[in-house]
Nanobody, 125 residues
Framework: QVQLVESGGGLVQAGGSLRLSCAASGRTFSRGGLGWFRRAPGTEREFVAGIYWSGLSTYYADSVKGRFTISGDNAKNMVYLQMDSLKPEDTAVYYC??????????????????WGQGTQVTVSS
C-alpha cells in the first residue's frame, strides 16, 4: 500500500521560511518523480514544484520560481520543499504527490498517481 506522509507545515510570518518533507512508502518511484501541489481556500489545486529522477529534472510554477526549491532523495523515497520569502498568498494546504512514470507533463495533476493527505501552511502578513 502506497503512502505519502507530509510534514513541516505551520504558521510563519511573511518573508519567513518553511521546509516541507514528504516520505513515500510502499513502492519506489525511480521511473517517475515526486511533486508538490497546493490548494488555497476557494481555489483549485495547483502545481507548485516537481522533481523527476531521470536527469534529475526540476519544475516550478511561475509563482514560486526563485523562492521555493524542491529536492529529494530517490534512494530514500523522500522529497522536500524549501520555501523562502513566503507571502500571504502562499497560504494553502500543500500536498505531496508521486508519479509512477514520466510522460513529459510534470506540472499536470493527471501525471500523479498517489497523493498525501496534505499539510497546512499559513503565512501571516
Amino acid at each position: 500500500q502506497v503512502q505519502l506522509v507530509e510534514s513541516g507545515g505551520g504558521l510563519v510570518q511573511a518573508g519567513g521560511s518553511l521546509r516541507l518533507s514528504c516520505a513515500a512508502s510502499g513502492r519506489t518511484f525511480s521511473r517517475g518523480g515526486l511533486g508538490w501541489f497546493r490548494r488555497a481556500p476557494g481555489t483549485e489545486r495547483e502545481f507548485v514544484a516537481g522533481i523527476y529522477w531521470s536527469g534529475l529534472s526540476t519544475y516550478y510554477a511561475d509563482s514560486v520560481k526563485g523562492r521555493f526549491t524542491i529536492s529529494g532523495d530517490n534512494a530514500k523515497n523522500m522529497v522536500y520543499l524549501q520555501m523562502d520569502s513566503l507571502k500571504p498568498e502562499d497560504t494553502a494546504v500543500y500536498y505531496c504527490a508521486a508519479a509512477a512514470a514520466y510522460y513529459g507533463l510534470a506540472k499536470a495533476e493527471s501525471s500523479y498517481n498517489f497523493w498525501g493527505q496534505g499539510t497546512q501552511v499559513t503565512v501571516s502578513s
